[in-house]
Nanobody, 126 residues
Framework: QVQLVESGGGLVMAGGSLRLSCAAS????????MGWFRQAPGKEREFVAA????????RYAESVKGRFTISRDNAKNTVYLQMNSLKPEDTAVYYC???????????????????WGQGTQVTVSS
């Protein structure tokens, strides 16, 4: 099992930027795909972005393409989410997650991921 701890959330004005970090410990971080999801009050958890174990393949939700960038540093056991041009509708709790299976391109479904962090709040004011 991998333990995940997110950081970097906060309050930002519309148009601003934030960078989220997710530090992993436990099993071999570099063998697993990683993803970011978010959940707004009263809504289901939704996919934001994912990156393959080696970092060469990335996937994004249409709503964040061109604004968010996912990356990972396997030497530091950390995955990042750079968020630019933030909008009020980006307000949510953001979670990082590790895939259930190693060496597979991560999907976009919650059920593709088996380990989750506790989440970090991102609030974008208009």
């Amino acid at each position: 099992q991998v333990q995940l701890v997110e950081s970097g959330g906060g309050l930002v004005m519309a148009g601003g930027s934030l960078r989220l970090s997710c530090a992993a410990s436990g099993r071999t971080f570099s063998s697993y795909g990683m993803g970011w999801f978010r959940q707004a009050p009263g809504k289901e958890r939704e996919f934001v972005a994912a990156v393959s174990a080696g970092g060469s393949v990335t996937r994004y939700a249409e709503s964040v393409k061109g604004r968010f960038t996912i990356s990972r540093d396997n030497a530091k056991n950390t995955v990042y989410l750079q968020m630019n041009s933030l909008k009020p509708e980006d307000t949510a709790v953001y979670y990082c997650a590790a895939t259930k299976q190693p060496y597979r391109t991560p999907g976009t479904a919650v059920t593709d991921f088996g380990s989750w962090g506790q989440g970090t709040q991102v609030t974008v004011s208009s």
